[in-house]
């Protein structure tokens, strides 16, 4: 894939960035494809993915509303759409999942998968019934990139299929008290940042691999090579006698956020404070303006895992929780092959100021980050794929497309070197023909948890007289969903509002209310303390995960009561009880 070969936007990104889409319903074909039938086998630079968005928007203008909720820093605007049926209630009033993908910008899938699920539920809703009542009842938020600008490097510029992970505000990376002033170079113009090697005769530590003349590989000990490898491509702009050190970037989105937060000298990547970075601010204001969010999924770039957190080991999550990410986390694993589920700090590595943690530990919402790409994808088989491996596929799918032969090249202070070696979207890229596959895969997982929102239902109303003109009125309220009303985290630590119970009363009289925690023994039924008002009971800790809350009333009179069951994360339930009649 090279920039070159994507569709180019019609308008500049500025143009596409200031002006919303309009309601009316608009022509199927746009700048981007016929939005119906998008083949989705190739990625999008930043235009063509506002473009896209926006196509979105225009094909189902009833169901998808679009908003700028932000700028990054170098000014591009970050999308929000939101999807849900309008004929069903509004969206905030709904369980709700919030996508997001490309908060590091060379992670470019990202986008596309978040894009794809709200495009394929949109899609298909009428003739799949399990996505019709997902549609129905719940609400989808899409944040294609949250790193527009890290995108927009990575595709407009020459790059490594690493570089570009950080965003654009200029760093001081190696403390002179300059800016971004010895990035590397794309010495020979080709649009890749490559590998510079020198031949030294009996000099060097690495030879080309006989196998492959194309590779590198290292001597072993005592054996002397002709090369040595000189890094990325680039030249020594500052004259401080060092090269690239010194590049955009160098920081890492994905370390400003306010859970766990440490500064960058106990972890790299991190600003001077949290939340320090316009984009993240979006994000976290986003969030925060929608509390009926209780699903996060964030999409970054390689590796086939489901991770949830924590990033630190010493960041417990309570049993409740992990019992429900282990049961979402194992049906992926289930739905994405070659994937594994896995928990940050044990598994992977430590993460300090995460956006996942923040979301569930400073949020209460259970919270994933998938890493789409995985090289067992090449060959559709499990088994670990090594370098070789690859470049065996890479040759035979890709037909040598990921590399570029070597060539010599004058170097100011190398003297004649050779520049070659993989091409950006190597590696950390799925090839055109496998992107639908992982996008549709990973879209599934996320219409998963939308399916196991949460959802209140009464399942019991009974009446039973307790004197001449007092009632027992017993009623049954069960959570029909994996995930909790409230999760326990944000019972814990009080996050957000609780769940209410409220009933009014029509021609009689509520004395007083308690649980039942014993349904052989209703007598025992614990009375709620004389703070609490019977008529507007709190539940803390909601409803869990298939849980269940049976509620006893004393009522004095005939008439009829009317409940009201609401939460931050559910629809609100309501039903009537009629007493002597």
């Known amino acids: 894939m090279k920039t070159a070969t994507l569709i180019l936007c019609a308008a500049a990104w500025t ?39 926006r196509a979105i928007q225009r094909r189902w ?52 998968a978040a894009l794809y699920t709200a495009w394929y539920l949109l899609k298909h809703r009428k003739n799949a019934p399990k996505l019709r009542k997902i549609f129905e009842r719940c609400t989808l938020y899409v944040l294609p990139t ?15 299929t690493h570089s570009s992970r950080g965003g654009q505000i200029p760093t001081d990376n190696d403390g002179d008290g300059r800016y971004d002033e010895d990035g590397p170079n794309d010495l020979d113009g080709d649009g890749n940042l490559c590998r510079m090697r020198k031949r030294t005769p009996g000099e060097g530590n690495y030879k080309i691999d006989p196998k492959d003349p194309r590779r590198m590989i290292p001597c072993k000990p005592g054996e002397k090579g002709d090369w040595i490898l000189l890094g990325i491509e680039g030249i020594d702009d500052d004259g401080d006698g060092r090269i690239n ?3 955009p970037g160098g920081y890492d989105p994905n370390r400003d956020w306010g859970s766990d937060w440490q500064p960058s000298w106990l972890q790299w990547g991190a600003r001077p404070l949290p939340f320090g970075l316009p984009e993240s601010r979006a994000v ?4 925060l303006r929608h509390p009926n969010i209780a699903g996060v999924q964030s999409f970054h770039n390689f590796g086939g895992m489901i991770l949830r957190g924590p990033g630190d080991k010493n960041l417990p999550y309570p049993g409740p929780d992990r019992a429900v990410y282990d049961a979402i986390g194992k049906k992926g694993e289930s739905l994405l092959p070659f994937y594994r589920y896995m928990v940050l700090w044990r598994d992977l ?37 090594d370098r070789k491996t690859l470049d065996e596929y890479e040759d035979r799918l890709a037909f040598g497309a990921h590399f570029v032969p070597w060539k010599e090249f004058d170097h100011p202070t190398y003297g004649r070197i050779e520049i070659g070696g993989s091409t950006k979207d190597s590696g950390r890229i ?32 009974k009446v039973e007289q ?80 298939h849980g269940k809350l049976e509620i006893r009333y004393l009522v004095e009179g005939t008439g009829r009561l009317r409940f009201h069951y609401r939460g931050e994360k559910i629809r609100d339930l309501a039903f009537e009880v009629r007493i002597g009649h």
């Open 284 to 287: 976290r204001d986003f969030l």
């Open 349 to 385: 590595y430590g993460v300090h100021g995460g956006e996942i943690d923040w979301t569930y530990l400073g949020l209460g919402i259970l919270s994933f980050t998938n890493e789409l790409w995985t090289w067992e994808r090449w060959k559709q088989s499990e088994g670990k794929v």
């Open 15 to 53: 143009a596409a960035a200031a002006e919303l889409p309009s309601q009316a319903e608009a022509p199927r074909k746009t700048a981007i494809g016929e939005i119906d039938n998008l083949p989705w086998d190739r990625f999008y630079n930043y235009p063509d993915l506002v473009e896209l968005a």
């Open 245 to 247: 050190e010194d590049g």
């Open 466 to 545: 307790a004197d001449e003109n007092l009632f027992y009125v017993t009623v049954t309220l069960r959570n029909e969903r994996l995930i909790p009303t409230r999760t326990a985290q944000a019972a814990a630590k009080r996050i957000g509002r609780p769940d209410v119970l409220e009933v009014r009363a029509d021609g009689c009289r509520v004395l007083a209310a308690g649980e039942v925690r014993d349904p052989f023994r209703p007598a025992a039924t614990k009375l709620f303390p004389p703070r609490f008002d019977p008529g507007r009971i709190p539940i803390e800790r909601g409803l869990g995960s």
């Open 430 to 461: 799925p090839p055109g023909f496998l992107i639908r596959e992982m996008l549709h895969r990973n879209a599934s997982f996320v219409l998963y948890h939308m399916e196991e929102l949460p959802e209140v239902v009464c399942t019991g109303k």
């Open 146 to 160: 949250i790193n527009p600008d890290g995108r927009a490097f990575w595709f407009d510029e020459a790059n490594t």
């Open 61 to 112: 203008p009833k169901y998808v509303r679009i908003e700028e909720i932000g700028r990054s820093f170098q000014g591009r605007a970050i999308l929000a759409l939101t999807v849900h049926d309008p004929e069903t209630g509004r969206a905030e009033d709904k369980p709700a999942m919030y996508v997001d993908g490309n908060i590091h910008g060379n992670e470019i899938q990202g986008a596309e």
